[in-house]
């Protein structure tokens, strides 16, 4: 990470090495092997313990911790470990071995001082914590927080306790509550780091610190007093009441652990670790935890799936036709992330407002002014389309006409470099019918990103039967290139999300045309955990756009739409953009219905239909091979719709809640509503898929 300095005296460990230099300072470095990322695995632990021993019985004259990871400091603990733990003993046997070697990091005699550069993260923050002082890089991304929340945890190598030291309770649960992570501006700004430098001046700076010993900055008189016996549980019981209101207790309990921890303990340090490692014991054994554990494996897989070492594949600039608002946004992504972008549409006119959309992203995302121009001049409009030559990435996102993207492509193809990605935007086309009409079929693939695209994680990469798996490759390559998750897909009516999810969301409109209220039926799905209601959902998308979807999908697939759609759409009724749907919208926002809420079915039978469908589709999909493994179904569904992530997955949730039961419960709803319930063949078989 830093240049190298004179007079080195060096000591190597397997995944550590320490250096001495002429001033007496000692410079330990993470270096995991075999590893882009270090991460605190049992092995990296030995290896700190014995550094510490080392250094313990020749004391230098200061202490720096640092990377030799381009990725960063510490990525956090080791996940893959999590899976192989069964019992509390367990837990809290690698709880107090981090807590012991943190706690002697932060009474050693000599100033401790961390540089942060890249993630700096869970137990990577909390080591860093019992250190004196921290610099974090000023001059590259920087990623400071405490995700275990994300995991069904809390901090538990004292980082609790040391950060509601450091900054106070008001302003260090927000960050353990939520699992976000801060940038250095921000993370000194909060007082978690003590400088914010240049790569190239962070050693100096750690020196500076080192002989200089500046006295530590006081949080101030009322978060001492926040954290008294007066007011804990004052407080607590506010953070607790805001807190509910994102996340249900019986969902996601590790937010309400932690916030209960410190209404008992704060204050006293040594108790509220002991407490740490009971909460986190108590935590990981809840099904919970092991669930967004695997959610967390999922996403990790998904990002593999994007490394390709053997035919790396680098784009530099972006095509991308059509600036209407997926186009637009799919164009500003990708300036976004550092790719000269040109953008065409018919007219300059139709790209003006996509550059004005994408000027608001860069100055939402993007700290400096030298930056936020920076991304504004990759984005360049072209409506003459002259960047189709130069292009390494073409995507296609015009409207969905089978005829006018033919006559697209049969313009620009001739143009295209030889090895450039040529992919589609569709959302209900099938590659196919799109691929048949170019000179090199098996060039197309689909690049399906979903909206909004600034924060929608997942984009299907789609292939048809004649698809190169080079071209596959390249896209999923990109897709990560442009920090997105790759989940590939063979095409097919829908693909993989979309068709999984109109049967919920026609089963949703069949119940609010039964009688049963918007209200009841979006409450219904909360409560399962869907981070929107249907009703809701469909509303914000657009009837309009629903219609269209659904009406392509039901031919195909034949579904039953319900004529209450269709209604709506004849009487103008659009969803928010019109200010009426199934719910009336005021600046965006429903109204409240005061009218008769009573449901005439109980939630277990909404959710139920709602809920079945979508998994009956899942084994669909499985068995037709729209993607080879029911994993990917379940990342594809977290990841694309935000399907209950304490749940597993909709895969995984058929686990749990009984294979044979569920396709008994399917059986029985046939005979009750219909074939659209008719279990697929794939439920006789799915015991060999999952």
Known sequence: MVGKRKNLQRQEYRHIYVERDADGIAWLTFNQADSSANVLSAEMFVDLDAALDDIIKEPPSGLVFLSSKESGFIAGADVNAFTRIDTEVQVKELVATGQSMFNRIEVLAVPTVALIHGFCLGGGLELSLA????????????????????????????????????????????LMLTGRNLDARKAKRLGIVDEVVPRRHIKTAAVKLIKNKPEFKHKGLFASLANTSLLRPLLAKMIRKQTAKKASQQHYPAPFALIDLWAHKGGDDAAMMKGEADSIARLFMHPTAKRLVRVFTLQ?????????????????????????????????????????????????????????????LFKRRLKSKYEQQAAVDRLIPDHKGY???????????????????????????????????????????????????????????????????????????????????????????????????????????GFLVNRILLPYLLEAVALLEEGIPATFIDKTATNFGMPMGPIRLADAVGLDICHSVAKILSDELDMHMPDVLSEMIEAGHFGVKSGKGFYTYKKGKPVEDKGNNVSTLTEQEVQDRMVLRLLNECVACLREGIVDESALIDAGMIFGTGFAPFRGGPMHYVEDRGITETHQELEQLEKQYGKRFAPDPGWKDLHSYI
Request: with cysteine; charged share 25%.
């Open 131 to 174: 250190c004196d002082y921290r610099i974090a890089c000023e001059d590259e991304p920087v990623r400071i927080g405490l995700p275990e929340v994300l995991l069904g945890i809390h901090p538990g190598f004292g980082g609790s306790v040391r950060l509601i030291r450091l900054i106070g309770v008001l302003s260090a649960m927000p």
């Open 300 to 360: 990790e897989k998904l990002k593999g799936l994007g490394a390709d070492k053997k035919n790396a594949f680098e784009a530099k600039h972006v095509h991308v036709v059509g600036a209407g608002v997926m186009g637009g946004d799919i164009a500003a992504w990708c300036a976004l992330k550092g790719m000269r972008v040109t953008l065409q549409d018919r007219e300059p006119k139709y790209i003006g407002p996509a550059i004005k959309r994408a000027n608001k």
């Open 387 to 493: 960047g189709v030559e130069h292009a390494d990435v073409i995507i296609e996102a015009i409207i969905e006409n089978l005829d006018a993207k033919v006559a697209l492509y049969k313009e620009f193809e001739p143009r295209l470099k030889k090895n450039a990605i040529l992919a589609t935007n569709t959302s209900s086309i099938p590659l196919e019918s799109l691929a048949v009409h170019l000179d090199e079929p098996s060039r197309l693939i689909g690049l399906h990103f979903f909206n909004p695209v600034a924060k929608m994680q997942l984009v299907e990469v789609l292939r048809s039967d004649i698809t190169d798996q080079k071209q596959l490759q390249k896209g999923m390559s990109f897709t990560r290139a442009i920090d997105r998750l790759p989940l590939p897909a063979k095409s097919s009516p």
